[in-house]
């Protein structure tokens, strides 16, 4: 029986671990649930999966579950007890499903104590990539990716050696605007943006998707996670989503890994490495796939994944930078705010004007949160036009 911590259970990759738990009785327990604002859901959570503790980012909120659940369990708030859950919780398995920058640091505190790492929030590795795998090294940390894409190259992987790989293979969906001229982004709805042909994620990623940042952090993560330069990881579309990536070896032989579009199997495959239980989720009909094609992504039309790579190249701060600028515009461009083509722009903007404004250290967390909240202010003060 294996005891899972999950940070934002609420959320996507939340509800599915839950799913996979539910699944499997006999094999997991929840130790501890967090989200950031969603307590509706996480009581119903509360009184199907009995957590010891669960913790609430906001403050009044939290309050106001503890007089709802009475002593069902212990309530938690703020960041605070975010970290502290992570680093006193007795727990085996650390599922890090919180999206965005807030998911740093209880990831390391987690990684301290040398846990298994379920690591779904990609944001973690774009901007702590250095002081993430440095930890994890130092206390035996195990990083077990949940994105599906990394999970593949991961499964991928398995027997072989690095030195030998050529090329890391990203597939992409393409999002909803694949077929859409650049000329029309400015004209994008929300709705429009939230409209993923492929995938139900939360509106965040669901707009990293549509303009392919979700995939440039991806590139940027596959470089943390595998040791791997950025010239060896390759993006290519692929808008039927049954291939979850690829590796590229040196006598030219490719591995692929294929599965339904379903986040509960690199779930599954995390929380049960490195056993394979048999589960009730659909499985691929290969008879039934009518095409499987490949497209070359257009950097010119998404920028945000181009400017992904450029970052690769520029190091330092420029990850943060690149990260949180996008974290904000998203945000605006969710309030209706900005346009869907403001994006890229913005976050260029904060590349060109956020990087030399503090000493930086990556291996040190406070000079990473310094960045990050440097760039945060920058981007909210840039005018909608």
């Known amino acids: 029986m294996k005891n899972i ?3 934002g259970s609420t959320g996507s990759i939340g509800k599915n671990t839950l799913e996979v738990i539910r699944n499997f009785p006999d094999r997991f327990k929840v130790a501890a649930l967090t989200v950031n604002t969603r307590i509706d859901l996480l009581e119903l959570q509360i009184d199907e999966f009995k957590p010891a503790s669960v913790v609430v980012k906001d403050s009044i909120l939290a309050e106001t579950l503890r007089k709802s659940i009475g002593s069902k369990c212990e309530v938690l708030s703020g960041v605070e007890g975010l970290i502290g859950i992570a680093a006193n919780m007795d727990y085996d398995i650390f599922v890090g499903a919180m999206v965005g920058f807030a998911g740093l640091a209880p990831t390391v505190e987690a990684i301290k104590r040398g846990k298994r790492i379920a690591l779904a929030n990609k944001e973690t590795l774009v901007v702590g990539g250095e002081l993430i795998t440095s930890l994890s090294r130092k206390y035996n940390a195990e990083i077990i990716p949940v994105d599906s894409e990394h999970s593949a190259i991961y499964q991928c992987l398995a027997g072989e ?4 790989v050529s090329k890391l293979i990203l597939t992409a969906s393409g999002g909803p605007f694949l077929n859409l001229d650049k000329k029309e982004f400015c004209n994008v709805t929300v709705k429009d943006a939230l409209n993923h042909p492929n995938w139900k994620m939360g509106n965040k990623i669901t707009i990293d ?9 991806e590139v940027i993560e596959a470089r943390w996670l595998f040791g791997l330069t950025k010239e060896k990881i ?3 579309i692929h808008p039927q989503s049954i291939i979850h990536s690829m ?10 890994q294929l599965g339904m579009p379903d986040m509960r199997l690199p779930i599954q495959y995390a929380l049960t490495y490195p056993e394979r239980f048999e589960n009730n989720y659909p499985k691929t009909d290969l008879k039934k796939i009518k095409n499987l094609s490949f497209i070359e992504p257009d950097l010119e039309k998404f920028e945000c994944l181009k400017l992904a790579y450029d970052v690769l190249n520029s190091g330092g701060c420029s990850p943060i930078i690149l990260n949180a600028a996008n974290e904000v515009a998203v945000d605006r461009f969710l309030k209706g705010n900005i346009t869907f083509s403001r994006i890229p722009y913005i976050i260029k903007k904060a590349l060109d004007k956020v990087y030399l404004s503090a000493r930086y250290n990556s291996n040190d967390l406070d000079s990473i949160f310094q960045y990050d909240k440097l760039t945060r202010e920058y981007v909210l003060n840039l005018p909608a036009e």
């Not at 050696?161 to 030998?164: F, M, T």
């Not at 998707?209 to 952090?217: E, I, P, R, V, Y």
């Not at 590796?247 to 692929?256: L, M, P, Q, T, Y």
Request: charged share 20%; glycine share 6%; net charge neutral.
């Open 247 to 256: 590796v590229e070896f040196a006598d030219g032989s490719i591995k692929a």
């Open 161 to 164: 050696k690095i030195n030998q």
């Open 5 to 7: 911590l999950i940070l």
């Open 209 to 217: 998707s549509a303009s392919m940042m979700n995939k440039g952090l």
């Open 234 to 236: 390759e993006v290519v």
